[in-house]
């Protein structure tokens, strides 16, 4: 049951990933600063995503190594919520529901993995 639960996760933090990219520039010339350099922007909206592959990463290998899939998944927990507040805060009330999907999910891979460890 977690494994399945772990790739639900990893499949909705996909899905949540993918509506968060910016379009690219298009033919109309837009360019974000100097060319070959990123901007701020790109480094802000890196490190959540590199920590919800980590996440999703530490729970799959958690099916093998209980106690990295309970460490990830509360960390998991912790993003989430903040996740949550933060697009409460910022008047973002359609895309709390995702977020909170994934939060839910991430606090039932806790108590399943201790159930089952």
């Known amino acids: 049951m977690a494994a399945e639960l772990a790739a639900v996760q990893f499949s909705l933090g ?3 990933d993918a509506g968060n990219r910016e379009p690219e520039p298009g033919a109309s010339g837009a360019v ?3 060319v070959g350099r990123k901007s701020w922007k790109d480094l802000v909206f890196t490190a959540p995503r590199a920590a919800e592959i980590a996440g999703a990463a530490g729970l799959l290998a958690g099916i093998w190594f209980a106690p990295l899939g309970v460490a990830a998944a509360i960390g998991l927990v912790l993003y ?3 996740a949550v507040g933060a697009h409460l805060r910022g008047g973002d009330a359609a895309h709390v529901a995702p977020a909170a999907v994934i939060l839910i999910v991430s606090a039932v891979l806790i108590g399943l993995r201790i159930a089952t460890a």
């Open 32 to 34: 974000r600063g100097p």
């Open 80 to 82: 989430f919520v903040g």
């Open 14 to 16: 996909a899905a949540a």
